[in-house]
């Protein structure tokens, strides 16, 4: 048994591959490296990959066998479709009378816009019959004439019954092409955008399944006996079979890994998280612990696709700075990676003898506003870097930190074009910068009804100095920068935990039937490693809609970190009584079990009930939870039953929007159970059980039940 194990998470993106090794026990980042990415070489990416893992091992001293769990982000389902670099698709409709008007119409798929001038290559083929395989292998033979490299197979209502696409699939077998059934892609309803998301999918399939293949046998043969993992593009993992079903799910992954990070090292409970790079800002949101997802818009189109929801704005570290009629109109979108050229603040003072400003085109086609130094050393770009530096906004020890009097005699000369002293002028530049980052932040605050009060702005990446912190003094919002956050993907891609959705549309859901769709996504990250004792599982269910969604995530082993750091009573008050806005004398503790301490205080409101808010702080001192207005109940898992059928029916308000179960949430062990999304009382119960199964009688159980307004 070695000393400690590691995992290893590679981040393989555009121009770089970078990896990281993290302690398994203490979660504390032990080493990193990047290389770059090797899109060219005849092993594609799958090379740049070992290479990076051979130099991650060497340089922290363990060998292929010590890795406990190991993962990969990739961008390579993005660029296929960004680029058009996909197969031909045979997509297979069938059905007769009305239901063959339906699937013929979706041979329009192939008008689907990849890229400017380059749309979608798609074959289409009826059979009327699945269950005709001389019928299905005329099909089969006429797309592959026409140059199809994987089937899809879809039927109308095959969501319900799903017995057709199957035959279809086993017909076609003999082909040797790879193939999908709509069906195993989504079990959503609706044939057309189910049908868009399965052709989608399949586009990139061939592609995908070549470079798993290549990675999974890099992997083996460096000697790596832990499963090979893959980003999705929720903030999760997934087994490498599973990436091969379902290769759409690692698109728009990259940003995904960020806030992974961010969630599971920093620890964010409600915040929006900011990646911030040479040209651009990722802009995400983590809400009550746990990153915000919607579906994702593919090729214009909306899909069944869960993804991060993320908001991009041309702003970056290195973006260049735009002055017209003495003042600073714009920063970006153009940067100086775009424009090759060199930061200023990074040159030597040597460098910038002599220097007068000038303004340029990046390139041919940009308005000829932007600004550049030339001097002594050559031309050199202003960023948003170097704003930020002037100002002595970039820590010690940051990538982006240079010499702060380098950075003020770089903006020396743009001070006195706008009239002004440089930190004056460094200031509009970041303001003008981080303008357009604001708004976005801003929606996404009333979008997802963040307390401004409470969440925390974290950014990432290495140009976060350039943003986050001069937002977070606009705002007025707590604003860091996370640890390491220049591999902050990375290390999201080794912390990540295994997941998995799975929806169902099912009119009237019963207790059981939603129990069931509960079973399954459990089932299905048990299946692709996780430990079953620490899956957590999250349901809703959406009556309008009638979907009933299970999300699971558990880890790939059971993680007990290192408490010799842990928070003690005054350092888990003192985070309660800032995230509450009070003085610690005034918060008291409601609850606890071995893992959380419940704190709240009372506001009282004239001629109006007081209020309640409660914030959860697990042993890292780290706030968990929090709660507008909320009741705190302690129980045991005997006792628990009849306790919440009381607290339920108490809380439970009835009106023309029908009946509405408080959100409920359970403190049971290491885990907070968030039953929120369940409206309907004798399914929430019924899940509220589900969780407590298997669990001695006297294990303490926290009840916080918040009544829906």
Request: proline share 5%.
């Amino acid at each position: 048994m070695t000393a400690y194990r590691i995992r290893v998470g590679i981040d393989v993106g555009g121009t770089f591959t970078d990896a990281v090794a993290v302690d398994a026990t203490t979660l504390r980042l032990l080493g990193q490296v990047k290389v770059p990415t090797s899109h060219h070489h005849e092993d594609g990416v799958a090379h740049g990959i070992v290479k990076a893992l051979d130099l991650l091992l060497r340089q922290v001293d363990r060998a292929p066998g010590d890795i406990a769990f190991l993962a990969h982000g990739t961008t390579q389902a993005t660029n296929a479709l960004l680029e058009g670099d996909v197969a031909t698709v045979g997509l297979i409709g069938i059905g007769t009378g009305p239901g063959a008007v339906l699937t013929r119409r979706l041979a329009a798929l192939g008008r689907l816009e990849l890229a400017p001038g380059k749309r979608l290559p798609l074959a289409y083929a009826h059979v009327a019959d699945p269950d005709a395989p001389a019928a299905v292998r005329t099909a089969v033979d006429e797309l592959t004439a026409a140059g199809a490299q994987v089937l899809v197979a879809t039927e109308p209502f095959a969501v319900d019954r799903p017995e057709g696409e199957r035959a279809v699939l086993e017909a076609a077998r003999s082909a040797g092409l790879p193939m999908t059934a709509a069906h195993e892609i989504t079990s959503l309803y609706g044939l057309h955008k189910r049908t868009r998301t399965a052709v989608v999918n399949a586009a990139i399939l061939p592609r995908m399944l070549a470079t798993a293949d290549l990675v999974d046998a890099s992997i083996t043969k460096a000697g790596v006996i832990a499963p090979l993992m893959v980003m999705r593009c929720d903030g999760g993992v997934m087994a490498l079979d599973e990436m091969r079903r379902r290769p759409l799910l690692t698109v728009l992954s990259g940003p995904a890994a960020g806030v992974a990070g961010a969630l599971m090292q920093e620890r964010i409970s409600e915040g929006v998280f900011l990646e911030t790079g040479g040209t651009s800002t990722d802009i995400s949101v983590v809400r009550r612990g746990k990153v915000a997802v919607r579906h994702a818009t593919m090729l214009g189109k909306t899909s069944y696709l869960n993804a991060l929801d993320v908001r991009t704005v041309g702003v970056g570290g290195g973006s260049m700075v735009r002055v017209a009629q003495g003042r600073v109109t714009d920063v970006g979108p153009r940067s100086a990676h775009i424009a090759g050229l060199p930061y200023a603040c990074f040159a030597d003072l040597d460098d910038l003898r002599d220097a007068t400003l000038a303004t340029t085109r990046p390139m041919p086609d940009d308005p000829d506003d932007y600004v550049v130094l030339d001097a002594a050393g050559g031309r050199f770009a202003i960023t948003m870097t170097c704003a930020a530096n002037a100002l002595g906004r970039v820590p010690e020890g940051d990538f982006a930190r240079c010499d702060q009097e380098v950075a003020k005699a770089a903006l020396a000369p743009l001070a006195a074009v706008l009239g002004v002293d440089v930190p004056t002028a460094a200031a509009r530049i970041l303001d003008a910068g981080v303008a357009r980052v604001r708004e976005v932040v801003d929606a996404l605050v009333r979008d997802y009804r963040l307390d401004p009060d409470t969440a925390v702005l974290v950014g990432g990446g290495g140009g976060a100095a350039s943003v986050t912190p001069h937002l977070a003094a606009l705002t007025g919002m707590t604003g860091r920068i996370a640890r390491h956050s220049e591999v902050i993907s990375p290390i999201g891609v080794a912390l990540a935990l295994v997941r998995e959705q799975i929806a169902r549309i099912i009119p009237g859901a019963t207790q059981e039937q939603i129990l069931a769709v509960r079973a399954e996504a459990e089932r299905a990250v048990v299946a692709q490693g996780a430990a079953a004792d620490g899956v957590e599982v999250e349901v809703t269910v959406d009556p309008q809609t009638s979907t009933v969604r299970a999300t699971a995530t558990g880890a790939t082993e059971l993680r007990t970190q290192d408490r010799s750091h842990s928070a003690d009573d005054a350092e888990r008050l003192t985070a309660a009584a800032a995230s509450l806005k009070t003085d610690p004398a005034e918060v008291r503790v409601l609850a606890k079990t071995s893992a959380h301490t419940v704190y709240g205080i009372e506001v009282r409101r004239w001629l109006r009930a007081p209020r309640r808010p409660i914030r959860v702080v697990d042993a890292d001192g780290v706030v968990r939870l929090h709660a507008f207005d909320a009741s705190v109940t302690a129980t045991t898992v005997g006792a628990a039953p009849e306790l919440l059928a009381h607290l339920v029916r108490e809380g439970t308000s009835y009106g023309d929007g029908g009946v509405r179960a408080p959100a409920l949430r359970l403190l049971l062990g290491s885990r907070i159970a968030d039953l929120s999304g369940v409206l309907d009382p004798q399914p929430l119960l019924a899940l509220a059980r589900s969780e407590m199964r298997d669990r001695a009688v006297d294990e303490p159980v926290v009840a916080v039940v918040e009544v829906r307004s």
